[in-house]
């Protein structure tokens, strides 16, 4: 079985969403060569922003790993990043059977009613694989390893049904979709409670700016591109050690400012194919559940948030994050977690905020800071149990480098570990036991009753 789904899971995004797409397609009616055309968009789309993203981290990642060496910003949690996370979570016995397991729990909620979402974003399965993992390692029993990892997956389909409309309606093009990511989805209550709050922070609640709001009040200065190629250079210019440095770099930095400004540009115009791959499939969906089940029944296609990561306000907001991150972990008195590999993930962090603050730029920036504020203390937290089930599987692994924690380090990312979903999860089961279990249960069976009752009423 360990064999099997690491097979799986090694074919990577970009090769098992075509595959799923056209099975899934040809189940719901399409017809093949339709259905594979969508799968192979989608596949594109992965590609086309696995290759970005890789443009970002190694553009970006040298210059802040210059700018750590010439400041002596070094911490002692070691940024793993998420590739390096995915791999430890899936190389656990709790990863090995994830898939299955969790596939295994949506199919049930939805026979019962307790949920809309069929979770078909296999590859993000790493996130509850991962809180399964740390919570294996830190009580030794893998029962409870499989439990957090079950309650996490609920507590995540019973949010993406709770926020699917809000989502379809503030993004275009993605009706019949839902977010079942635990990563995303962690930040949703505080994006709510935090908007709330800016409602009586005079001035605050009268600034209403939006990514096209920017354009047209500051013009190129306002356009994610420009934004991203000063952003670049500033950077580059960090990385240099005094004014001789910074001449001989000028073609460097100039370079690493027109590749940033070429990711905010990029990375729009990558994720339209997902939209376009997702119509067909979306459509034949809605058709089919209507004609099966009535025109009031509902069921969403639980997806990936790289579908709209390419939002203009999330690219401003992100690029913008980067930098006062870098000095947030420096200055928080506690944090020991200094985030390089992972800062590639800020775009995940406003897919389900931006939905709550409708886009306002401001407003996703302090809900931004508030939330990598304190997922930096979660992620040195949880920073001990992690190191033990990263060096568990280095030891198992010894092949894959990516694993590996440098000596005299603890191991962390940014990616779920600073997600307070993980947090909860891991707080509950480290410090109450068999009460934070219990706690766990009713919460989930809660929320769970919850759900089915108010999809009943709709």
Request: charged share 10%.
């Amino acid at each position: 079985m360990e064999a099997v789904f690491s097979y799986i899971i090694g074919l990577g995004a970009a090769v098992m969403m075509p595959i799923i797409f056209t099975i899934l397609g040809v189940c719901i009616g399409i017809k093949f060569s339709k259905a594979l055309k969508s799968g192979l968009y989608v596949g594109v789309g992965f590609v086309g922003l696995s290759v970005i993203t890789a443009l970002l981290t190694s553009s970006l990642g040298p210059a802040l790993s210059k700018v750590v060496e010439i400041y002596g910003l070094e911490l002692q949690v070691f940024d793993m990043g998420w590739p390096a996370a995915a791999s430890v979570a899936y190389n656990t016995l709790v990863g090995s059977f994830i898939i299955p397991v969790c596939l295994g729990v949506n199919l049930v909620l939805l026979l019962t009613g307790c949920t809309r979402t069929v979770n078909i974003d296999l590859w993000n399965y790493w996130h509850f694989a991962f809180i399964g993992a740390v919570v294996y390692f830190m009580t030794n029993s893998i029962a409870w390893g499989f439990f957090c990892a079950i309650i996490c997956y609920i507590l995540t389909l019973v949010m993406a049904d709770m926020t699917a409309k809000r989502f379809q309606k503030f993004y275009p093009g993605m009706e019949g979709i839902s977010i079942p990511q635990p990563f995303c989805q962690g930040f949703m209550p505080f994006a709510i409670v935090i908007n709330k709050a800016l409602d009586y922070v005079p001035g605050i609640n009268k600034v209403n700016i939006d990514s096209e709001g920017m354009k047209k009040k500051f013009g190129l200065f306002g356009e994610p591109l420009f934004l991203g190629v000063i952003i670049g250079i500033i950077i580059g210019c960090l990385a240099c050690k005094d004014g001789a440095e910074l001449v001989d770099q000028i073609p460097a930095t100039l370079g690493l400012g027109i590749k940033m400004g070429a990711v905010m540009e990029l990375i729009p115009r990558i994720t339209s194919l997902f939209i376009e791959g997702l119509k067909p499939i979306s459509e034949a969906t809605r058709e089919l559940i209507a004609k099966k089940f009535g025109e009031d029944k509902e069921l969403y296609i639980g997806m990936s948030p790289a579908l709209v990561i390419g939002h203009p306000t999330t690219l401003v907001v992100s690029l913008l994050l980067i930098p006062v991150t870098l000095v947030l972990a420096v200055v928080l008195p506690g944090n020991q977690f200094l985030p390089l590999a992972s800062l590639a993930g800020m775009f995940y962090v406003f897919v389900m905020v931006l939905p709550y603050t409708n886009g306002n730029v401001l407003r996703s920036f302090i809900v931004g800071l508030v939330v990598m504020a304190i997922g930096l203390y979660f992620v040195t937290w949880m920073a001990g149990d992690f190191t033990s089930a990263a060096a568990s599987v280095a030891q198992a692994h010894p092949e894959d480098a990516s694993v590996a924690v440098p000596a005299g380090f603890q191991a962390g990312a940014l990616d779920f570990a600073s997600s307070p979903l993980s947090t909860l999860i891991y707080a509950c089961m480290k410090y109450l036991n068999y009460i934070g279990a219990a706690i766990l249960t009713l919460l989930t069976a809660g929320v769970l009753a919850w759900n089915r009752v108010t999809m009943r009423k709709k």
